[in-house]
C-alpha cells in the first residue's frame, strides 16, 4: 500500500511563492504525480516526475527525491485563481494511483 | 489530453434505489479508472476497468455494489447499488494519457436520502 503526507492547509499572498511538500512510503513506485482542484470541479494534472530532480512548467516546478521518499511543488507568482486544493499522487507498478489527502493553498491580495 | 465527459452530473436518489452512470471518452483507451471523492477528502480508486475482462476492484469496494461494465475502449459505466447515504459522494472516471498521467470527467454528483 501507499502512506502518502502532506500538510492540510497553506497560505500565502498574491505575488509569493509557496512550496507544497509531500512525502510517501510507498510498496511500489512508478512515478509521482500534482494534481490542482479547485472547489467543486475534476482535478486537472499539473506534473509528472519519474526520476530524480526538478521538473520546471512555467509558474509550476516540481521535484522528487526517490531515496528520501519526498516530493515538493513549488507555485511561483502566486495568482488568486491559484487558490485550489493541491493533490500528491503516486503510481504503483499496477498503474493505479494513491492520493494524499490534499493541501488546500488560500492566496490572500 | 483526453475529453471526458460523464452523465448524469448529478443526481438526488433514494435509500435502496440504483444509479448507473456513464463514462465516454474521445479516444479509445486500454484503463479506465473509477473514483469516489467523499465530501471533503481525497480521492479512492474503486476500481481498475478493462475492455474485455473483469474489472478489478479496491479493497473495500465489492462487485455487488459497485458493477462494472467496459463493453469499448470508448466507453464505461459504473452502477452504485442499493444506495445509503453513505454512498453520497463525487464519482469520477478517468483514463490514463501518453505520459502515465490520468485525466478525470468532470464527476458525477450523487445525494443519497
Known amino acids: 500500500g501507499q502512506n502518502i503526507d502532506q500538510p492540510t492547509e497553506m497560505t500565502a499572498t498574491e505575488g509569493a511563492i509557496v512550496q507544497i511538500n509531500c512525502t510517501y512510503q510507498?510498496?511500489?513506485?512508478?512515478?509521482l504525480f500534482w494534481y490542482q482542484q479547485h472547489a467543486g470541479e475534476a482535478p486537472t494534472f499539473l506534473s509528472y516526475?519519474?526520476?530524480?530532480g526538478l521538473e520546471e512548467k512555467g509558474r509550476f516546478s516540481s521535484f522528487l527525491s526517490r531515496s528520501k521518499g519526498y516530493s515538493y511543488l513549488l507555485l511561483k507568482e502566486l495568482q488568486m485563481k491559484d487558490s485550489a486544493s493541491y493533490l500528491c499522487?503516486?503510481?504503483?507498478?499496477?498503474?493505479?494511483?494513491?492520493f494524499g489527502a490534499g493541501t488546500t493553498v488560500t492566496v490572500r491580495a | 489530453s483526453a475529453v471526458i465527459s460523464q452523465k448524469p452530473s448529478r443526481d438526488i436518489c433514494q435509500r435502496g434505489t440504483s444509479l448507473t452512470i456513464q463514462c465516454q471518452v474521445d479516444?479509445?483507451?486500454?484503463?479506465m479508472f473509477w473514483y469516489r471523492q467523499q465530501p471533503g477528502q481525497s480521492l479512492t480508486l474503486i476500481a481498475t476497468?478493462?475492455?474485455?475482462?473483469?474489472?478489478?476492484?479496491e479493497s473495500g469496494f465489492v462487485i455487488d455494489k459497485f458493477p462494472i461494465s467496459r463493453p469499448n475502449l470508448t466507453f464505461s459505466t459504473l452502477t452504485v447499488s442499493n444506495m445509503s447515504p453513505e454512498d453520497s459522494s463525487i464519482y469520477l472516471c478517468s483514463v490514463e494519457g501518453q505520459s502515465y498521467e490520468q485525466y478525470f470527467g468532470p464527476g458525477t454528483r450523487l445525494t443519497v436520502t
Open positions: 499522487a503516486v503510481r504503483d507498478h499496477d498503474y493505479k494511483l494513491s
Open positions: 476497468a478493462n475492455q474485455g475482462s473483469e474489472a478489478t476492484y
Open positions: 510507498t510498496s511500489g513506485f512508478n512515478g
Open positions: 479516444s479509445q483507451v486500454t484503463m
Open positions: 516526475n519519474v526520476l530524480d
